[in-house]
């Protein structure tokens, strides 16, 4: 990491909730420029919710401001060359009824929900993460469950599965290695299960004449931990073992 990262702390539209908030960091990698959002759009499952989504996408997008400073001439989200955006998106699966929804979501039957995914409908037609690459959705929907269960939503809600819970990226050299619900182990304690990709990023490496990284930045292993000493008389023991 070339260039200390910045991040900003911006509200989402006025038409949605309050209380949903998106962050963003950057950093520079050798010489390439990474932005991270996350975000968490509004929620909601009529067609004002999913206009409001779509707005605070575009609000986010054009909104987000860096700081400019002399080593860092990155000021907007797309003045940077790699984009990673996550988070609960909340677009929903529409158009089908919950019971057939729900019963292709527990049989992992996902072609019919894809279709139907409001996420993807949308970017087709240009209205949100237009030109970003999100891997194949391979994987259960992640919302909603019971609390403390892995039963979908039973509440009087009656929320029909969903893929929520996404990582898109923006830019090339981006491959999306792998992009699973991360079930390795039982988190319950959420109505939503976590996602997680694994991406390879190429790199555009320094110039020749780049200053090198500052010292304070630079940790070596006596200045974050000591090493210990091992005693002469315990030694041989030592290598003997």
């Known amino acids: 990491i070339r260039r200390p990262p910045r991040s900003t702390l911006m509200r989402s539209s006025a038409a949605s909730d309050v209380y949903k908030r998106q962050v963003a ?30 707005t605070d996408f575009a609000d986010v997008s054009a909104g987000l401001q860096f700081d400019a400073t002399a080593t860092a001439n990155c000021v907007s989200l797309f003045d940077h060359e790699r984009i990673f955006w996550f988070g609960d998106l909340n677009f929903r699966v529409s158009g089908l ?43 259960a929907p992640t919302y909603k469950y019971d609390i403390g ?39 319950y304690i959420s109505d939503h299960r976590p996602v997680a990709a694994l991406c390879h990023m190429q790199l555009v490496p320094p110039p020749p004449d780049a200053p090198p990284l ?13 090493t210990p000493t091992v005693p002469k008389k315990n030694r041989a023991a030592s290598s003997k073992g």
């Open 25 to 54: 960091v950057r950093l520079r990698l050798d010489d390439t420029s990474v932005c991270f959002v996350c975000a968490h759009l509004a929620a909601g499952v009529d067609a004002d919710a999913l206009e409001k989504r779509c």
């Open 97 to 139: 009824p919950r019971e057939r929804v729900l019963a292709a979501a527990r049989a992992v039957e996902l072609e019919p929900l894809i279709a139907h995914d409001e996420l993807l409908v949308e970017q087709r037609r240009g209205r949100v993460f237009a030109a970003w690459h999100e891997a194949p959705l391979t994987f």
């Open 149 to 187: 269960s892995s039963t979908y939503d039973t509440s009087a809600k009656a929320r029909a599965p969903a893929w929520c819970d996404r990582v898109l990226c923006f830019g090339g050299g981006i491959t999306v290695m792998r992009y699973s619900r991360y079930d390795h182990v039982d988190l």
């Open 214 to 226: 500052p010292s304070k930045n630079r940790r070596t292993r006596s200045a974050s931990k000591p």
